[in-house]
């Protein structure tokens, strides 16, 4: 069944139903994903899934239904389904749908081409495999390497005009090395996205070789409150766990304690955060949010203070302020919440030594592990499993390992005492894609033996 | 779902290249869910999930495929992509599907589709309003209901055909409690693989007032210290313990490529002799239950640690042929787009020889764990963690104050033989599962034990 046909349905159903007014929002996705093991094709997957989502207005409610199966009966079905639900909604401060004519800023994407040959994603995954096993001894079974991309395609229609399309797609390739050395074994996974043709697999393999071989004969860490240096990765998943106490939802709901601290600092001096739709490295731009408004670059802490928390329409109106056009989908079916794009911490000058320099005795932290339990976004508390690296005398020493790093989120943004230069972006996650470079830290409690 | 003929003709297509295994996963899936925030009903939402996914073996290699377009053109099309990426080869089987039911041993009663979504709103009310009563300092409540009615249809090349109806139902409140500059939280989430019979056997209003408690006691609760103890974690969701310290690590989908610690260890003692544990997915309308996995294997109640010895693994079709060893029932996958891999089921370690106050009085400085967030492990190393959400200091064999923002570290295989005490009073609790074949209910459980010595992540 072709959109056209799909809009037919629905739109006479809705009118069946008394609806006027309403929005579609369809979602197709298509996916390649090949796994080594060994040298060996261990697994082979292929995606290609569609759904769609109905939303209508009535009073001041609106209401949601959902299906991926699209035969005529379930697509005539949405309108009445969502309706009943939006009759049931107490919180009554919907606004009428989009249309405000923005100007929409064309996206610049690496990869828009079409899923490669599924013997491409073999070979180049073949390639790292062999790379990763030629890189080291020490590597050994249980080492594997996928290989693969998503395309994906978002199609927004309302009752009130809007009528456009985006879609974006990327190839990635993951090389996990396991490294054994007597009865010790570690992992060392490691990415890289864009385009397939583009991806170094020989180099990403080593890469993750000598992240894997770099951690054997990890020691234990001691105690105590120390320097701690957070490598651009982890500070992208100490970012992802806080990422709520941003959205002016969780602020207006009490979710965040951001709330009400719009133009006071929150964070060190040297603390800028953007969001950035079309940030030229990020394989995910978009030029419009999931209820159509124009997105557009800001800064949401400058210079350490904060400048606005990120919007959707239902919580701008409250706030009596414009869409930051951040209003996010997770998946077609969800409702509308709220997720920054390319949300990034500005590098700073210094190389990764300069930054160290004055360390006497800290630790600089590879790994954080089981933030879904570890951190919460609600109090800014944290205390995570972490792995690392100790730093004595203003270098880098050996491996550590089973200790927990322990502080408050909202503390941190205060004692953050710089950023070097090696800046990393993060895989997405839907439109949002972190960044961040390597991050000194003061305050914060490490507890290993 | 779809036609017998049809499935009969995909496995062909899907088995044309020359694979020795094919399989067909077909779902339906609706999910109604009703939340409060701020004692409004803020999101009414259904959704119906519909697709396939097919996969075929060919020794030990697998290419597995999902669509959504369940007509003739989009199945044949789904199962011919499989068979391309497979390669050449020719197809040298005949298939002969067999309609087998296995039985249904987990009754519903109130079918939530049901149920007039009125009365779910007031199940979510009773919740919220009991947890906002719990004093002034409640300072937000959201509360959610979630019922899933999930069928699965699994047919494959060996002639089984067979199907599932999984209905699930769960309340989570997360109450928040305030003071000037500060947020503590609290949370409950109980569910059961039933229908809304759930709330006559817990009412909503002990779940909100259960969330609302644990947010105020934290409150008032200063930060855990730091430092290596001996603790002792209460029952229900202390189990979650196990499922990352041992439980991943039992999964074929590690254990097969040798990437667990428990690998090539069976008839090994890896625990201290008091503990047995086990995964079972029998158990009448446990959260994690199956009649069947999904694969269409009859679940089963597998003992994996019989005081202290390693006795099997949790093992789907395909790591089963790299292991030599035969599926124990536990495959299992989020939905069709997901190629399923070993996972728990209800997993808990069963009670042990110690008296409850036996426990805390043997402790003279530690930490009483009595309710738990999640954790996670990578079963490689055997590296875990996991949060604590209400902690106690004992103080010579007595539980004293409230601490906060403790989490607890360690090595699996170290921390199996610290587990020098099992209590009396096991029971499970809820958890979503999240791994490589997406999120999946389990249980998780135990009866309270005791580790001599962990590492506590604090202050």
């Not at chain 1, 996010?328 to 160290?356: E, R, W």
């Not at chain 1, 090696?422 to 949002?432: C, E, I, Q, R």
């Not at chain 2, 790299?322 to 997993?347: I, K, L, V």
């Not at chain 2, 459980?445 to 202050?459: A, D, E, F, K, W």
């Amino acid at each position: 069944m072709n959109q056209n046909e799909m809009k037919q349905i629905i739109s006479d159903a809705a009118a069946k139903a008394g609806i006027n007014e309403y929005e579609l929002y369809f979602e197709e996705a298509q996916g390649t994903d090949v796994t080594i093991f060994e040298r060996e094709v261990k697994e082979f997957s292929s995606e290609e899934v569609a759904g769609v989502c109905f939303r209508c207005l009535t009073g001041n409610n609106i209401g949601y239904a959902s299906t991926e199966l699209f035969t005529e009966d379930e697509l005539a079905a949405l309108p009445a389904r969502a309706l009943e639900n939006a009759k049931l909604i107490e919180s009554g401060d919907a606004q009428p749908f989009y249309k405000a004519g923005d100007t929409y800023r064309p996206v610049v994407l690496q990869s828009r081409s079409p899923l490669a040959s599924s013997s491409d994603y073999i070979h180049t995954a073949m390639e790292a495999q062999e790379a990763a096993y030629a890189a080291d001894d020490r590597i050994t079974t249980g080492t594997e390497t996928s290989c693969g991309g998503v395309r994906k395609k978002i199609w927004l229609f309302n009752s009130n005009g809007l009528d456009f399309s985006a879609d974006y797609g990327y190839d990635v390739l993951v090389s996990g090395p396991v490294a054994r050395d007597g009865e010790e074994s570690t992992d060392g996974m490691t990415f890289a996205y864009g385009k397939l043709s583009e991806l170094d697999a020989k180099n990403i393999a080593k890469t993750a070789v000598s992240r894997a071989v770099s951690k054997l004969h990890a020691k234990q860490q001691t105690s105590g409150q120390m320097p701690v240096v957070f490598s651009g990765e982890q500070m992208c998943t100490i970012l992802s766990a806080f990422l709520s106490v941003f959205s002016a939802d969780a602020a207006q709901k009490g979710l965040s304690l951001l709330s009400g601290k719009e133009n006071e600092t929150i964070a060190s001096p040297c603390v800028t955060l953007i969001d950035d739709p079309f940030y030229k490295d990020s394989p995910v731009q978009m030029s419009f949010d999931a209820e159509g408004v124009a997105t557009f670059t800001k800064p949401v802490i400058e210079n350490g203070v904060l400048k606005t928390l990120l919007h959707n329409r239902k919580t701008a109106q409250k706030a009596g302020v414009a869409s930051t056009a951040n209003g996010a989908k997770h998946s077609y079916a969800d409702a509308v919440s709220i997720s920054p794009y390319c949300f990034y911490l500005q590098p700073g000058d210094a190389s990764f030594d300069t930054l160290i320099d004055g360390i006497e005795s800290g630790v600089y932290i590879t790994a954080l592990k089981g933030l879904h339990a570890g951190a919460n976004a609600i109090t800014g508390d944290f205390s995570i499993d972490s792995e690392g690296f100790t730093i004595e005398n203003g270098k880098l020493g050996g491996a550590v390992r089973s200790f927990t790093v322990a502080g408050n989120f909202f503390d941190l943004l205060k004692n953050i005492r710089g950023f070097d230069n090696a800046f990393y972006l993060d895989y997405p996650s839907g439109v949002t894609v972190l960044g961040s470079a390597d991050a000194l830290v003061d305050g914060l409690t490490i507890a290993g033996k | 779902m779809i036609q017998r003929e049809l499935l009969t003709e995909a496995l062909h297509t899907a088995m044309s290249s020359g694979a020795d295994f094919a399989e067909i996963y077909a779902e339906r899936t609706k999910t109604n869910q009703v939340s409060m925030i701020d004692r409004r009903v803020e999101q009414v939402t259904d959704a119906l999930l519909s697709g396939v996914g097919i996969r075929v073996f060919k020794g030990l290699r697998c290419v597995n495929a999902s669509t959504t377009d369940l007509t003739r053109s989009g199945l044949i099309a789904c199962a011919k992509r499989v068979a391309d990426a497979l390669g050449e080869g020719k197809e040298e089987v005949s298939i002969h599907l067999n309609e087998r039911r296995f039985g249904d041993i987990h009754p519903i009663r109130i079918v939530p589709a049901t149920a007039l979504k009125q009365v779910k709103i007031d199940l979510v009310k009773e919740a919220s309003d009991a947890a906002f009563a719990q004093g002034d300092r409640i300072s937000q409540v959201a509360a959610t209901l979630l019922d899933v009615d999930h069928e699965i249809l699994i047919a494959n090349s060996d002639g089984l055909l067979t199907s599932d109806r999984q209905i699930r139902t769960r309340m989570a409140v997360q109450a928040v409690a305030s003071k000037p500059g500060e947020n503590q939280t609290g949370s409950c989430s109980p569910g059961r693989r039933m229908g809304l019979e759930l709330f006559e056997m817990i009412p909503p209003r002990s779940i909100g007032e259960k969330a609302a408690c644990q947010a105020l006691t934290m409150l008032d609760a200063e930060y855990c210290k730091a430092g290596t103890k001996t603790v002792a974690i209460e029952n229900g969701f202390g189990g979650v313990i196990f499922h990352e310290a041992c439980g991943h690590s039992l999964e074929a989908t590690s254990v097969a490529i040798n990437a667990s610690q428990f690998a090539g260890k069976l008839g090994q003692q890896i625990a201290n002799e008091k503990v047995t544990a086990v995964d079972d997915g029998t158990i009448p309308n446990a959260w994690g239950s199956i009649n069947i996995d999904d694969e269409g294997t009859p679940s089963a109640r597998n003992v994996l640690i019989e005081n202290g010895i390693l006795k099997s693994y949790m093992i789907d079709k395909l790591n089963g042929r790299r292991m030599g060893m035969a599926p124990t029932g536990n495959s299992r996958r989020q939905g069709y787009s997901f190629a399923p891999t070993s996972r728990m089921t209800n997993t808990f370690i069963e009670n042990g020889p110690d008296k409850n106050e036996d426990i805390i009085a043997s402790i003279e400085d530690g930490l009483y764990a009595k309710q738990m967030g999640g954790g996670s492990v990578n079963p490689l190393t055997g590296a875990f963690n996991f949060a604590v959400t209400e902690g106690y200091i004992i103080r010579n064999g007595k539980i004293c104050e409230p601490v906060r923002g403790a989490s607890l570290v360690g090595n699996g295989k170290e921390i199996l033989m610290n587990i020098d005490m099992v209590g009396q009073n096991l029971e499970t609790a809820q958890g979503m599962c999240g791994s490589s074949s997406g999120s999946i209910p389990t249980d998780v459980g135990q009866p309270l034990i005791r580790v001599s010595s962990i590492t506590v992540g604090g202050r």
